[in-house]
């Protein structure tokens, strides 16, 4: 076996991946999937840190729009996440992977409150640690979360795997001249005004100086692709 890459990543898994075409709730086939190549990738010595999203099951800003106060909202669109955590979790024991979850939110009957030191000797014991409830503020997303939780444990990088196989000039949904970028840099990220992260995400990761590799989680075996250094997506780094 090849030698990985990575030593160490935080790899941010979108709530609406984990409904597969449904686009709400939960595919546990997508999750078994996704939990087979997670087993992969620990098994080839990579310490892997997971945070997962929430908007297969609520969305604070868009779901809860005018009609709810947005912290409340945000408070709710936590607690999804938290939901998609013990379904990851639970999956990811099935396949004889040790895990742990940590919630930003303490929820001590259900899960740890989030230690950065104690996530960090998971890691280095090989278990897998997902990370729940974003960063435990309103106002702040996953994307966020998933940067800030990279930056606290030393990761090497940020795996984004979404809906769509990189990052292109313009939707290309929408645009069919769009272009797709094998690798961009943060300044243009933000000038452009990418949707690739919300640009708080996009300047931490900027400010912390940790590449973030975005590809496409409809084949899960990108995961390990990425993390064994295969050119897949698009990277943003400096």
């Known amino acids: 076996m090849s030698e990985a890459k990575y030593k160490r990543v935080l790899l941010k898994i979108s709530g609406e991946a ?140 940020i795996l984004l795997a979404k809906n769509i196989d990189g990052v292109y000039s313009a939707d290309p949904k929408k645009d069919p001249s769009a272009v797709k970028f094998d690798a961009i840099s943060y300044d243009q990220v933000l000038a452009m005004h990418l949707q690739v992260m919300d640009t708080t995400a996009a300047s931490l990761s900027m400010d912390n100086h940790i590449p973030v590799l975005l590809f496409a989680l409809k084949d899960p075996e990108n995961i390990y692709r990425a993390v064994m250094g295969e050119k897949i997506g698009t990277v943003i780094q400096e």
């Open 18 to 157: 984990l409904a597969g075409e449904a686009g709400r709730g939960l595919d546990f086939n997508v999750i078994n999937q996704v939990a087979r190549v997670i087993k992969k990738c620990a098994q080839a010595g990579v310490q892997v840190g997971v945070v997962v999203g929430g908007g297969n099951f609520w969305r604070g800003v868009k779901d809860g729009g005018d009609r709810m106060e947005r912290t409340r909202a945000d408070h709710m669109g936590m607690l999804a996440t938290a939901l998609n955590c013990l379904a990851v979790a639970d999956v990811l024991e099935q396949n004889g992977v040790e895990v742990r979850v940590q919630t930003a939110i303490e929820m001590r009957a259900i899960a740890e409150p989030y230690i950065r030191s104690r996530a960090i000797r998971h890691l280095e014991k090989g278990r897998v640690v997902i990370f729940g409830c974003g960063t435990g503020n309103p106002f702040f997303s996953t994307d966020t979360a998933a940067v800030l939780r990279a930056a606290e444990i030393g990761a090497d990088v």
